[in-house]
Structures are given as C-alpha cells and as structure tokens.
C-alpha cells in the first residue's frame, strides 16, 4: 500500500523568494516520486521523478525535490519564485516499477506568488 | 497543436441527458486514462485502456461508459447523472500503462451536472 500527503493546502510567497512544498510519503517498498503541476484551466504537467537514481532530482522551470528515506519526504523547492509559478502542485508516488496506472496522487498544493 | 486534446472544454448537462467527452492524443502512446479531479481530493483514476483494451476499472459507477476504438481515442459516455459527478474530467495518455513513466494530460473538460 503507498500513499503521500501533502502537508499544506496552500502556500504563498513572495516573488523572488524561495518556494518550499512539502511531501510526505507512505510506501511498503522502494518508491518511484513525482511531482506534477497544474496551471489554471489547465491540465496536469510532470515537473520532475525520482525513480532510486540520484536523491537530488532536477526539473523543469528551476524546480528540484530531494528525496530523503529517512524522513519519507520529498519536498519541492526552488530558490526564487516567479509569478508564473502560481499554480497547484501534487506530489505523486508509485512502487518502483510499477505501472504508470497505479500512481497515488496527493490533495495538491496551491501556491500563490505575491508581486 | 497540443499532444492530449480533449473536447469539449465545458459541459452543462441535465440529468436525464446524454452527453460525451471525447480525448485525442497524437503522442503515439499505446496506454489512455480517464481521471476525475474534484475541489479537495485526489485525483481518482477511472478508467486506463492499453491498445484499445481496458485494463483497469476503479469500481466507477455504470453511468460512465468508456469506449476507445483506437490507440489514439478515448471516449466517456455520460448518461443519467447525479449532480455529485459534477467535476473536472482529464484524460492522460503514456508510452505503455505498464510502465512508470511520465503522464501526458489534457487539458480537461469541465462537466457541471444541474
């Protein structure tokens, strides 16, 4: 069984600060991580995944999630928001080698960036 | 031209009505999904189809019917619905279902039940 939890429904910083969205995940075996982002009227857009290479994972857009087993997280970050990164994000897991149907998805988080 | 096309983009249907959503992909991916995405929870996978054969049914009520008659369509046919369906439908293709690779999604249809 796997499930992931995302701790804040929603977050707001300000442009030019840095984004942290947390996750928090549940998984009997080795997990594959992924977190998605959703822009307004839009549909879902892989960022970035962890599939047991290297623990730091870089992604589009200045995005990176940094896998930690010790804590079971892997939180997003980026160094220094834009206004185009207002958006929801969800943190996703699956079993290593598990189909692409069987992804967990997270509540989502929404951030707001503040001009 | 975008990889997952979905249509229509919004839907107003009565109850008693019949209506569907249709989804294209011109990625040349052999596995489709339907998801619905309701305000507070996770996304609830519906429906995957690999090379036009259904390979997973999450227990969705018999009121969404899905049809896809070739690799690149999929179809939800909607019919006697409750006003608890109403939601974002997105659809999602990926190279294969059994792999765990990247989702390409639509940009959903938003379907409002009176």
């Known amino acids: 069984a796997q499930s992931v939890t995302q701790l804040d429904s929603h977050v707001s910083v300000s442009e030019g600060t840095p984004v942290l969205l947390r996750c928090n995940y549940s998984s009997s075996y080795s997990p594959s991580l992924f977190w998605y982002v959703q822009h307004p009227n839009k549909g879902l857009q892989l960022l970035l995944k962890y599939t047991s290479a290297a623990t730091l994972v870089k992604g589009i857009n200045g995005f990176e999630a940094e896998f930690k087993k010790s804590e079971t997280s892997f939180h997003l970050t980026k160094p220094s928001a834009h206004m185009s990164d207002a958006a929801e994000y969800f943190c996703v897991v699956t079993l290593s080698g598990a189909g692409s149907y069987q992804l967990t998805f997270g509540k989502g988080t929404k951030l707001s960036v503040i001009p | 031209e975008t990889g997952v096309t979905q249509t229509p983009r919004h839907l107003v249907m009565g109850m008693t009505n019949k209506k569907s959503l249709k989804c294209e992909q011109h990625l040349g991916h052999n596995a489709m999904y339907w998801y619905k995405q309701s305000a507070k929870k996770p996304l609830e996978l519906m429906f995957v189809?690999?090379?036009?054969?259904?390979?997973e049914n999450n227990s969705v009520p018999s009121r969404f019917s899905p049809e896809c008659p070739n690799s690149s369509h999929l179809f939800l046919h909607l019919h006697t619905l409750q006003p608890e369906d109403s939601a974002l439908y997105l659809c999602?293709?990926?190279?294969?279902?059994?792999?765990?690779?990247?989702?390409?999604f639509g940009e959903g249809s938003r379907l409002t039940v009176l």
């Open positions: 999602a293709s990926s190279r294969r279902w059994s792999d765990t690779g990247e989702l390409f």
């Open positions: 189809y690999s090379l036009e054969e259904r390979v």
